[in-house]
C-alpha cells in the first residue's frame, strides 16, 4: 500500500492507494474515533455492484445506506437535502455521525458538501470508485452541487479525514468511463511536464487495458501532483490552486450549457484542454507544435477533439463561471507542457471571438 500525505495546517490526511483496501477502512475508523454512526453515501449502480462487500465491511449495526442518483443528477439541491433528510431521521442524542463518499465524483461532492453542512461540519472519508474521482476529484476538499446555470455553483471547502484508492473498483468500469478520467489525467500530464505527458501517450493501450504496474503509476502521479498544489494553497486564495483549473473553464460551461446531458465531464474537459491550448496560441503563449502534442495525446485515449454548441447558451454559461470577474476572464493557458501560466484580464471580447472559431472545429488555431 502506498501512502500519499497532504501536509495541512489544520487538516492534514493521507491518501491510501492500495489493492483490496476496502476491508481495512473500518479499522482506521475505530482508531481515529471518528463517531459511532458511519453514512455510506453511494449510487444504486454502486450499491448494486458492490452490496455483498459493503455489507460484509460495514456491519448494518454501525453503518446505514443512503443512496441518491446516479452521476451529475447527484449534484442537486433536491439530493442534497434528501441526503440530509436522511442523516436525519437516523440521527439522535447519543449519535454521532459521518459520511463515507463510496463512488464516483459526483458522490463525493455531494456527500463532502453534505459533511460540511450538517451540523455545521461532521467528519468524512472519500472512497472513489471512478478513475476521475481517484486522480482528482476526492483529493482536495473541494465540495459542491450544480445550478442549472452554472456548475459548481454551490460549495465549500471541506477536507476529508482521508482518501481510500483501491484500483480494482476500475475492474468494473466501462471504456467510456475510463476515458473521463484520461481527460484529468492529460490535465495532470500537462501540469508536470514532458515525462509524466510522453507515459501516458506511450502507454494509452496498457493503462486502458488497466494494466496494474502502469495504473498505479498513473494514481500515484497523479494524487501526488494534486498533493502537492493542494499543501501550498488550500483554499486557492494565492493562485497557486488556479492551476488546477486547466481546461475546465470551457468545460464547466459546455456542461451547464446542455443542462449536464449532453456532454459528460471527461469529454468537456478534453475539450476544454485544448480550447485553452487553442487560446494560448491565438494569444502568442505557445507555438503550434504544442496545440497539436495536446490534440494527439486526447485523440490517443480516444476522447473529442471538437465539438458544436449553442453559441449564446455556451456564452451565458461561460459568464456565471467562478473565474470570470468584472467582465473580464481569467485562465489557464499553455506556453510549454509542464510550463502553464495563469492569465487574468482576458477581454471577454477575445473569448467571445475565440469560441465563434472554435465552434465545430478542431481547434488548429483561433485567430483573434
Known sequence: MKIIKINLKKNPYNIYIGHGI????????????????????????IYSLYKNSIKKNFPSGRYKIITVADGEKAKSKEQLFYAINKILKLDGWDK?????????GTIGDLGGLVAALYKRGIPYIQIPTTLLAQIDASIGGKTAIDLKEAKNILGAFYQPKAVFIDPLFLDTLTLKELKE?????????????????TFLKK?????????????????NTCCRIKAKIVERDEREEKGLRTILNLGHTLAHALEA?????KISHGQAVSIGLLYAAGLSLALGKCDKKKVDAVREII???????DISFDYPKLLRAFKY???????????VLIKDIGNLEIT???PLKKIEGSLRLFNGKKCRSLAL
Open 181 to 197: 478520467g484520461m481527460a484529468e489525467a492529460i490535465k495532470y500530464a500537462m501540469i508536470e511536464g514532458k515525462n509524466f505527458f
Open 22 to 45: 476496502l476491508k481495512n477502512i473500518p479499522f482506521y475508523i475505530k482508531n481515529w474515533d471518528l463517531g459511532n454512526l458511519g453514512i455510506i453515501l453511494t449510487s444504486p449502480i
Open 96 to 104: 454521532r455521525p459521518f459520511i463515507l463518499c463510496l463512488g464516483g
Open 257 to 261: 450549457s446542455s443542462k449536464y446531458k
Open 203 to 219: 502507454n494509452s493501450r496498457g493503462i486502458m487495458e488497466l494494466n496494474p504496474p502502469l495504473i498505479l503509476k498513473l494514481i
Open 344 to 346: 487574468d484580464g482576458i
Open 299 to 305: 485523440e490517443a485515449f480516444g476522447l473529442p477533439v
Open 321 to 331: 463561471d467562478k473565474k470570470f470577474i468584472s467582465g473580464k476572464v481569467r485562465m
